[in-house]
T-cell receptor
Framework: SQQGEEDPQALSIQEGENATMNCSYK?????LQWYRQNSGRGLVHLIL?????REKHSGRLRVTLDTSKKSSSLLITASRAADTASYFC????????????FGTGTKLQVIP | DGGITQSPKYLFRKEGQNVTLSCEQN?????MYWYRQDPGQGLRLIYY???????QKGDIAEGYSVSREKKESFPLTVTSAQKNPTAFYLC?????????????FGPGTRLLVL
């Protein structure tokens, strides 16, 4: 089963609203990343948060990490139509070389 | 202009045929990866390579093969043993193969079976 599971699977909001998507994982991680994928394209890295960090910002993005609950959230503020995409969390486990495991993604639609 | 290129964008495979997907990067990254993405699913790791002339199986390596003869190149062959190859294939690279390094993705190749 996937290490990371995003919630909700799909989200539709009006332009200007905030979008929040969540990621839960099962085992202790080294770090967690969020990626965006536009339809039919490759993934683009958005932000990385390490296990000893609780919150990180990048422009209109805010990521939180709660290691006690094994969960992370991605908040996109003041959404734009261009934010329409699928968003994936990716977890890296502790210890040695560990591959990054991607979740199933949240499909975000921002309606102009 | 640095980045990762994948070719072709679309690839058609006939039954029993082997096909090779190209992945090239000029980012001077040591690690490279191949993922498969099916509709509504996340990415699943096929193979990864941390250094030239070395590679490891990922979660779904059966029916696939790779080579890493040059740092810049990591081609993926989908063999006839892969019975359900229709998917979107993504190549990625990272600086080193440590846990959770940021990965940079190519634009993908969509493989379809005739």
């Amino acid at each position: 089963s996937q290490q990371g599971e995003e919630d909700p699977q799909a989200l539709s909001i009006q332009e200007g609203e905030n979008a929040t998507m969540n990621c839960s994982y099962k085992t202790s991680i080294n770090n967690l990343q969020w990626y965006r994928q536009n339809s039919g394209r490759g993934l683009v890295h958005l932000i990385l948060i390490r296990s000893n960090e609780r919150e990180k910002h990048s422009g209109r993005l805010r990521v939180t990490l709660d290691t006690s609950k094994k969960s992370s959230s991605l908040l996109i503020t003041a959404s734009r139509a261009a934010d329409t995409a699928s968003y994936f969390c990716a977890t890296a486990l502790r210890g040695g070389y560990q591959k990054v495991t991607f979740g199933t993604g949240t499909k975000l639609q921002v309606i102009p | 202009d640095g980045g990762i290129t994948q070719s072709p964008k679309y690839l058609f495979r006939k039954e029993g045929q082997n096909v090779t997907l190209s992945c090239e990067q000029n980012l001077n990254h040591d690690a490279m990866y191949w993922y498969r993405q099916d509709p509504g699913q996340g990415l699943r790791l096929i193979y990864y390579s941390q250094i030239v002339n070395d590679f490891q199986k990922g979660d779904i390596a059966e029916g696939y093969s790779v080579s890493r003869e040059k740092k810049e190149s990591f081609p993926l062959t989908v063999t006839s043993a892969q019975k359900n190859p229709t998917a979107f294939y993504l190549c990625a690279s990272s600086i080193v193969g440590r846990a959770g390094e940021t990965q940079y993705f190519g634009p993908g190749t969509r493989l379809l079976v005739l």
